[in-house]
């Protein structure tokens, strides 16, 4: 028997991975993937290996457009209660963020999850709650488990969901970055499975591992995908194989079929990326926040919105950047005054950086 | 042996992010726990997560009993653990491990 927290092992990885002499780039798509590593130092460790890894566009409440929060401030203003994860609350729109709204005296909740949203419509009948349902394949489902069950009509979401191999296949049809293996998110995969990713490894030939969230699960990733390298292959491997099934969460898939279908949409430091979202099929119309409040949301509908002044966060979404290489990193932008998503959302590189920083 | 394996991720991932005050904070985490009760409609259970807290989660998107060991996501169990044939990946460690005794 042996732990996954085992230095020996992880040190073997290490030296393993060294005596092949790669100049590989490797990124992965998940916060907490990213977090493991800055924590136990595993990205600095790998760098002396010759394997630089880093954080593509794998967190939800970074990819949140600009636009989006505005629609959830709007609504704010227009009296709803609104409702959503604590991280999303902080992130600053064009104008101002739902905290300092709160701050103001307007109705903004952080909840656990959606049913918490629900639990608010439930006793509060008299006003509208609006829940910003925002996540990856793998909140998707919880959003449309609760749709499926009749929530009350005075619940409705501003659907934000998006989907992960969509904007992989974005990044490589850009092309900005050389991507020589992909880490693909534990929990995203256990809904989805190891099929979804295919088409990148066949299409683009780039080798695919999908990881664990454990020191050794990311060294073995690592691994991995450099033996897959040096072999010359290019498939869908998985690490995580102790919880993501190959077929993912079959009952979950079905959940989300049922009530979502896919529709284009614009990520942060992305253009419209093709088929990356889950929009309201027309049988759960009512729960869409954008059609029941149209009136509400008209004077901006057709807005465009700025990024932050000197927010390099889409960049950093695109792997092109580091945090520690953005001018305001640390300086004009910190935790308890983030300019842009990343330093917010406890899964945003920047944020993930400075928490660390001081251990480095 | 695999439950062994899993109960011992579990503690030690649930004190971490507690500590880190995640709970109401992250979207994309996911954190084991045990199903101790199960309610009558089978829409929700009460999960443990080891260190005494414990929370009503919603058990629609798995099959699950009590005893069961799940992956729980805003307040929804997502996966079942400790049933899954994950030889490939602890045969991989255990081929890095008996090399490493060789050398």
């Given at each position: 028997m042996f732990s996954l927290k085992d230095k020996k092992l992880a040190e073997k990885i290490i030296s393993n991975i060294k005596s092949l002499d790669m100049k590989l780039k490797i990124m992965h798509v998940c916060g907490t993937h990213q977090d493991t590593l800055v924590k136990f130092g595993l990205d600095s460790l790998l760098e002396q290996c010759g394997i630089k890894i880093g954080q593509g566009p794998g967190c939800p409440v970074c990819v949140t457009t600009t636009k989006e929060i505005e629609e959830m401030l709007l609504l704010t203003r227009k009296s709803k209660i609104v409702a959503t994860f604590g991280d999303m609350v902080n992130v600053p729109g064009e104008t101002q963020s739902l905290q300092s709204m709160k701050a103001e005296g307007y109705n903004v909740r952080t909840v656990y999850g959606i049913e918490d949203a629900v639990n608010l419509a439930e006793t509060h009948r008299d006003k509208d709650i609006v829940f910003m349902?925002?996540?990856?394949e793998t909140t998707a489902p919880t959003t449309a488990s609760v749709l499926l069950n009749d929530p009350p009509s005075n619940f409705s979401i501003l659907c934000c969901h998006r989907t992960i191999p969509p904007a992989l296949k974005s990044i490589l049809n850009m092309g900005e970055i050389k991507i020589d293996g992909l880490i693909e998110p534990g929990h995203v995969s256990t809904i989805?499975?190891?099929?979804?990713?295919?088409f990148i490894s066949k299409n683009y030939r780039v080798p695919q591992v999908i990881a664990g969230f454990e020191p050794l699960d990311l060294l073995m990733s690592v691994w991995m995908l450099v033996q897959q390298i040096e072999n010359g292959k290019a498939f869908v491997q998985n690490e995580y194989d102790r919880v993501v099934?190959?077929?993912?969460?079959v009952k979950a898939q079905k959940v989300i079929d049922e009530v979502f279908k896919p529709g284009d949409k614009k990520w942060r430091g992305f253009?419209?990326?093709?088929?990356s979202s889950l929009e309201l099929r027309s049988n759960f119309e009512k729960y869409d926040a954008r059609r029941k409040y149209e009136s509400d949301l008209e004077e901006i509908s057709k807005k465009q919105f700025k990024e932050p002044?000197?927010?390099?966060c889409g960049e950093l979404l695109r792997g092109l950047?580091?945090?520690?290489?953005?001018?305001?990193?640390?300086?004009?932008?910190?935790?308890?005054?983030?300019?842009?998503?990343c330093m917010v959302s406890v899964e945003g590189s920047c944020s993930i950086e400075y928490r660390y920083a001081k251990k480095r | 042996m695999y439950l062994f394996l899993y109960s011992f991720i579990c503690l030690d991932q649930e004190k971490i992010y507690n500590a880190l005050g995640y709970n109401r904070k992250i979207v994309c985490l996911a954190i084991p726990g045990k199903i101790v009760e199960i309610d009558k409609n089978k829409e929700h259970g009460i999960v443990d997560y080891g260190d005494g807290t414990k929370r009503k989660v919603n058990t629609s998107l798995v099959e699950v009993k009590v005893g069961d060991y799940v992956l729980v996501h805003a307040g929804f169990a997502i996966e079942l653990l400790g049933e899954k044939d994950a030889q490939e990946t602890l045969d991989l460690f255990r081929e890095m491990l008996s090399a490493g005794e060789e050398n």
């Open positions: 349902a925002v996540g990856f989805i499975g190891t099929e979804p990713y295919e099934n190959t077929e993912g969460n253009p419209v990326i093709p088929k002044e000197g927010c390099r950047l580091l945090p520690q290489e953005c001018p305001l990193f640390g300086t004009r932008c910190k935790p308890e005054s983030p300019v842009g998503p | -």
